[in-house]
């Protein structure tokens, strides 16, 4: 049998390379070998407060991406989560089996309560809705950006835990994430993370900026006053993101790449790689507007509803079962 796979995306804003380099690039070669399942996650979006009709929008923005980056429907399974209710299910049984001291020290809620008392409950709760999408697929492996592998950990002792207490239910996942591109950094700030939410648009460039934008956003980037192009996280963290970038869409060892520019200077070195990451850009985006516009989308999300459905129905009634529910 096949190794299963699930991982997923949140509509909110658009996709940016790091989504691209660190998850889709994976979700796109895995479709051949193994038995994939693809999720647009808009119930982890409205953790956050989200504009309902922009939601809706970004939703299908998210799925018609999926299919311009190589997704196959034929292949994988695409789906949006809020279609499969078991979703929000078998959250509640893992609410009810986890401890607060666990999700307590999930970084990516510290970071984003703040520490505050006001902080949304769903954050707080958010990857135990995870933790659900993964286990009711039988996932064996979740390939994501290295920013998910926490949740991806309490996924496992959730399940081992589960397993224990109730007998075999679940597979126990694993992470996967790129050798090269696990974590892509901000281009202004590139300590930081490049994600969907900082205020300023040239901290990222989404899979939809235009030439112009990508340029702006690559010549203003961050880098360091030494001059040298080399490959160093610590010292030239700025310089050390764009050869990953460089690397990742020209196909080129990073090292391979120090070397081509030995003795250019930055100007060169950005100029070149606003050339690579557009022409890469520009078959995804001529792919994403036929797609969008396209009523194959709606059918796509539809039957993949239905698939995944039926899958996701199967656990559930296994867990039903383990936990002293009724199975009608
Ligand atoms: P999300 O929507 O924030 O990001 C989608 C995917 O992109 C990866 N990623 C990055 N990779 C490299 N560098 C970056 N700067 C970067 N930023 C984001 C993320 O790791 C992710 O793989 N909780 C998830 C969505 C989710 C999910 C799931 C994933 C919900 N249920 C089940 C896997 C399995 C999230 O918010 O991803």
Redesign the pocket.
């Known amino acids: 049998m096949k190794p299963k796979v699930?991982?997923?995306?949140?509509?909110?804003g658009n996709?940016?390379?790091?989504?691209?380099?660190?998850?889709?690039r994976q979700f796109v070669e895995l479709q051949d070998t193994m038995d994939c399942v693809y999720?647009i996650?808009d119930m982890?979006s409205i953790t956050l407060p989200q504009d309902p009709e922009q939601l809706r929008q970004t939703t299908l923005d998210v799925a018609a991406l999926y299919m311009a980056v190589g997704l196959d429907p034929k292949k994988a399974t695409i789906f949006v989560?809020s279609t499969v209710p078991q979703h929000a299910e078998l959250s509640w049984v893992l609410t009810c089996n986890s401890y607060t001291g666990e999700l307590s020290r999930m970084t990516?809620f510290k970071d984003k309560s703040k520490g505050s008392e006001s902080a949304p409950t769903g954050l707080f709760t958010?990857?135990l809705?995870?933790?659900a999408?993964?286990l009711l697929y039988d996932?064996n492996i979740?390939?994501?950006?290295?920013?998910?592998k926490q949740?991806?950990e309490l996924?496992r002792d959730l399940a081992i835990r589960f397993n224990n207490k109730f007998g075999d239910t679940f597979v126990v996942p694993d992470y996967k994430g790129?050798e090269v591109?696990?974590?892509?950094?901000?281009l202004d700030e590139p300590t930081k993370?490049?994600?969907?939410s900082a205020e300023n648009i040239h901290s990222r460039i989404s899979l939809l900026d235009k030439p112009e934008k990508v340029k702006k956003s690559i010549m203003k980037s961050t880098t360091d006053s030494e001059g040298i192009i080399r490959y160093d996280v610590s010292e030239k963290p700025g310089i050390s993101n764009l050869l990953t970038i460089y690397s990742v869409f020209s196909g080129k060892k990073i090292d391979e790449v120090v070397q081509q520019y030995e003795g250019s200077g930055y100007g060169q070195f950005k100029k070149d790689l606003v050339e690579i990451v557009n022409e890469h850009l520009d078959p995804i985006q001529k792919k994403y507007y036929e797609i969008r516009e396209s009523e194959e989308l709606i059918k796509v999300l539809k039957e993949g509803g239905e698939k995944a459905g039926a899958i996701a129905e199967n656990t559930m009634k296994r867990v039903r079962e383990k936990i002293g529910f009724i199975n009608l």
């Open positions: 699930f991982s997923g995306v949140q509509p909110t996709i940016h390379l790091g989504n691209y380099i660190g998850a889709l999720c996650v982890h989560q990516q958010y990857p809705l995870m933790a999408d993964i996932a979740v390939p994501v950006g290295n920013d998910q949740h991806i996924t790129m591109g696990a974590r892509i950094m901000a993370k490049m994600s969907k």
